[in-house]
């Protein structure tokens, strides 16, 4: 044997075979190994894809929590002023009531000191008239008596 010839028929049959494996074996091979790649892209497009939309997720709710509590904070300051504002309306109330109380209170002071004074008058008129009475000596007549008084009254109110 020769080994020219037989290094020949093993470099023939070699690239019989290589032409073989690319015609018929690596298409074969190939199409799993595509459809696994492909996969494999898709797969790690969705996860990329999955964390873009988790950190979005993140976002919106920070964003959702800072705008809850802006508005937690705007709520409670407008409880804030409407309560300084029902105090305020309440101590003005108690004020123009204890003012009211105080006008009525003084009012009612004046008029027992004019009723007071007007007994006064009278009891001091009826004793003029008596202690006049006496010393004339004679009973003066009702009509005589309460146009007196009513002349004492006028000088005491004059005074």
Do not use: Y
Not at 8 to 37: S, Y
Not at 38 to 44: F, K, M, N, S, T
Not at 75 to 100: H, L, P, Q
């Amino acid at each position: 044997m020769n080994i020219n010839a037989t290094l020949l028929g093993q470099t023939i049959a070699f690239f019989i075979f290589v032409w073989f494996c690319k015609k018929f074996v690596w298409p074969m091979m190939m199409g799993p190994i595509m459809e696994r790649q492909q996969r494999i892209a898709d797969g790690l497009a969705a996860a990329e894809k999955g964390q873009q939309a988790e950190e979005i997720a993140k976002k919106e709710a920070e964003k959702l929590v800072s705008s809850a509590k802006s508005q937690a904070a705007e709520i409670v300051s407008n409880a804030e002023k409407r309560g300084n504002s029902v105090e305020a309306e309440a101590k003005d109330k108690a004020k123009s009531e204890g003012e009211r109380i105080i006008t009525a209170a003084q009012a009612e002071v004046d008029q027992e000191t004019n009723r007071a004074r007007e007994e006064l008058r009278k009891q001091v008129s009826t004793l003029a008239v008596a202690g006049a009475s006496k010393i004339i000596n004679k009973e003066i007549d009702d009509k005589a008596h309460d146009g007196l008084l009513e002349d004492l009254i006028t000088q005491l109110k004059a005074k």
